[in-house]
């Protein structure tokens, strides 16, 4: 839902959904993923929109910021990590 907000408030429609939930597995062979990873937990996406990831980036941490949801947000080149933790955090 939050990424489904966060293509509205940017007037994008096609949301990329580059990862979401992944097994204990499949996150071992996942470059970078942490183990006990927020994915693993069916509570984060990584996403792609038609726009800068940057942009996307800081359109999610507005959002968050007004309310909308309490989670983690991460900036990459790509893609950006969206999830709903409970507790704000930015990387």
């Not at 927020?38 to 999610?60: G, I, L, M, P, Y």
Request: hydrophobic share 35%; glycine share 10%.
């Amino acid at each position: 839902r939050v990424a489904d907000r966060v293509a509205r408030e940017m007037n994008v429609g096609k949301v990329e959904v580059v990862s979401a939930y992944r097994s204990s597995a499949y996150n071992a062979h996942c470059e970078g993923a942490r183990v006990g990873s927020w994915h693993q937990a069916n509570v984060a996406v990584d996403v792609k929109f038609q726009a800068r990831a940057s942009q996307v980036t800081a359109t999610a941490r507005n959002l968050r910021d007004r309310g909308l949801f309490k989670g983690g947000v991460g900036g990459y080149s790509e893609f950006t990590h969206i999830d709903t933790r409970g507790i704000n955090t930015n990387w």
